[in-house]
């Protein structure tokens, strides 16, 4: 059971969707990320074991190594799709309520700001850290972030912002989440934000790659 | 020394003149929202600031539909949902500056490259360059002055950007990289064959002044073996179609470069622009890197400016302007991207005070 687990979680690391999948080169023809999860299923290990002892730490190590600068944006994006491809034989599983995810990030860019790949990012690994990810687009005003917390209490935040202009967006969005949701614990990032514009504005935590936000998430549970 | 052969100094022959060069860049809603608050009406900011360079032509059409670059497919009071020459869906603020969101693009795999794009990239076309008689006057009457004059345009990473965008283009690196390198060839060529005709038929400027993105402020958008497999090829090729004309290339790439210097210098770039100070870099280092045998511009971190702080204004400027003359890098003062609406008038004219006062050799 362990062997299956090991080697799901190293696709996923790795990158390695599916058997026809030519990347990476040295795993080419083999099973990927996809047909190991249909397998360990109809092995009948647990759908919450795979996904917490495969997915969630194939996914942390290709995201450490990303925040070491040791991998690049398209190994993420490799990992994300091998990620993809196994949480589609887990959906039912999640439908069914049988497993349940750490939790609820919603995240956007802030008003004024359309900018989103850095957001896409860090939705893709919150995702592949066990986490249901909302995302809210672009251009996001403080309602629409309220509105998704109306619906999603208990739900953590990340804020994206690209531009120097919009960062006082980003600090009126944060104000009026602490004033409605005090407990709501809110990450922000992107180009022009630092730990210390963080701290001024009242968020909870800067980060300035996805698995930093992914570990800081995960410590609030 | 006039403005050119002080650029031609620096850029061209990589030496350090009796001055560093001067030129900046604007977002687009800068100049505006300056002029509501008094600024003189419609200047052109090459002469009232008196830069070494300007920009004259050459960013031509680059797309597969020539003539129908931008369909507009929505429209509100803030934003413009259109279409590119590339079927790609992006949305861009109406009254101000800031990059587009990407919602959606057609070019997403090879079978659609080669039936509906392919085709339209494989000759020269001189419709990409819009009304030739206005090049050609624009290029003549520039060229008499004695400003540096470029063309420009953008490269294959920002051509790859704007026709399938980021994700479908790092993902085929890995997934489909026949394809990739069929584009970038396919692309390069096209750039060359135009640049071939508006130096034959226009002229030949002073120089060349490219556009393309390589980075993010953490980090290069793929590996730097990525990079040398990927791109590499391309620019050398069209770095060396250019230098085959005898005039020098500026390549601007935004965000953290530094693990590819080593390629782009040898791919042939005589000048790295814009150095971002905020992605960690420093223009001592990186001449460092190359021996100062490539020329620098920019690195001047633009949140300093943004304090409208005279103080961290000179904190930002004087000790790099120093750096300059005690290493004798070839250097042309610049902020590390673009100066934003938030920077005042008076802000940005202290710093060409500045410069004035302390760039010199």
Not at chain 1, 155 to 183: Q, R, W
Not at chain 2, 37 to 53: A, C, M, Q, R
């Amino acid at each position: 059971m362990e062997e299956i687990l090991t080697q799901i979680a190293l696709c996923i690391e790795r990158g390695k969707i599916n058997l026809e999948s030519p990347y990476p080169p040295d795993m080419k023809g083999q099973p990927g990320a996809d047909e190991l999860t249909k397998q360990a299923i109809e092995q009948e290990i647990a759908p919450g074991k795979i996904l917490s002892d495969a997915l969630v730490p194939g996914m942390q190590v290709v995201g450490e190594k990303f925040a070491k600068g040791e991998v690049y944006i398209p190994d993420l994006l490799m990992s994300a799709k091998a990620m993809n491809a196994s949480m589609e034989h887990l959906k039912p599983f999640f439908e069914s309520g049988e497993v349940k995810t750490r939790g609820v990030f919603i995240i956007g860019t802030v008003q004024g700001d359309l900018h989103d790949i850095g957001k896409n990012l860090v939705g893709m690994v919150v995702k592949g850290g066990g986490w249901e990810v909302i995302d809210l687009g672009v251009d996001v005003s403080t309602e629409k972030f309220i509105g998704a917390l109306d619906q999603n209490p208990g739900a953590a935040v990340g804020l994206s912002a690209l531009l120097t202009t919009t960062m006082p967006n980003m600090e009126n969005i944060v104000k009026s989440i602490k004033e409605k949701y005090p407990d709501t614990k809110v990450i922000i990032g992107g180009a022009p934000i630092n730990e210390s514009y963080a701290e001024k504005i009242g968020a909870d935590a800067y980060y300035p790659d996805p698995q930093g936000a992914v570990n800081f998430l995960n410590s609030t549970v | 020394m006039n403005s050119r052969e002080i650029i031609n100094a620096i850029v061209r022959d990589k030496e350090c003149p009796e001055r560093m060069g001067l030129f900046e860049h604007w977002w687009e809603d800068t100049q505006g929202a300056w002029e509501s608050e008094g600024f003189p009406k419609g200047v052109d900011l090459v002469d009232y600031y008196n830069f070494d360079i300007r920009p004259i032509t050459g960013c031509f059409n680059q797309t597969a539909a020539i003539l129908d670059q931008w369909e507009v497919v929505e429209e509100t009071e803030d934003t413009i949902v259109s279409i590119n020459g590339w079927g790609a869906k992006l949305r861009h603020w109406k009254h101000k500056s800031g990059p587009p969101e990407h919602i959606g693009f057609e070019l997403t795999n090879d079978d659609i490259w080669r039936e509906k794009y392919r085709p339209h990239l494989l000759d020269l076309d001189i419709r990409r360059f819009g009304d030739i008689e206005q090049v050609k006057a624009d290029f003549d009457k520039f060229m008499a002055t004695d400003k540096w004059c470029c063309y420009n345009n953008i490269l294959i990473t920002e051509i790859m950007r704007a026709s399938m965008g980021d994700i479908v283009m790092l993902e085929s690196m890995y997934l489909n990289p026949a394809w990739i390198k069929d584009f970038c060839d396919v692309v390069t060529n096209m750039l060359i064959v135009h640049y071939e005709y508006l130096f034959d038929k226009i002229g030949v400027p002073d120089g060349m002044f490219i556009y393309e993105d390589m980075g993010y402020t953490y980090g290069p958008i793929m590996s730097p073996e990525l990079q040398r497999e990927f791109i590499f090829p391309y620019h050398k090729r069209l770095i060396d179609f250019v230098h085959s004309y005898d005039i020098p290339f500026v390549m601007h790439s935004c965000g953290k470069i530094r693990p590819y210097l080593q390629s782009i210098f040898e791919s042939g770039v005589d000048c790295l622009q814009v150095l971002e100070a905020k992605a960690g870099q420093h223009v001592a280092e990186f001449a460092s890197a190359v021996d100062n045998k490539m020329a620098f511009m920019g690195n001047l971190n633009i949140v300093a400016y943004e304090t409208n702080d005279r103080a961290e204004l000179e904190n930002e400027i004087l000790p790099k302007l120093e750096a300059v003359r005690t290493n004798r890098i070839p250097y042309v003062f610049h902020s590390d991207h673009s100066i934003p609406r938030s920077v005042k008038p008076e802000t940005y004219e202290y710093s060409l005070e500045l410069f004035r006062r302390h760039g010199h050799y």
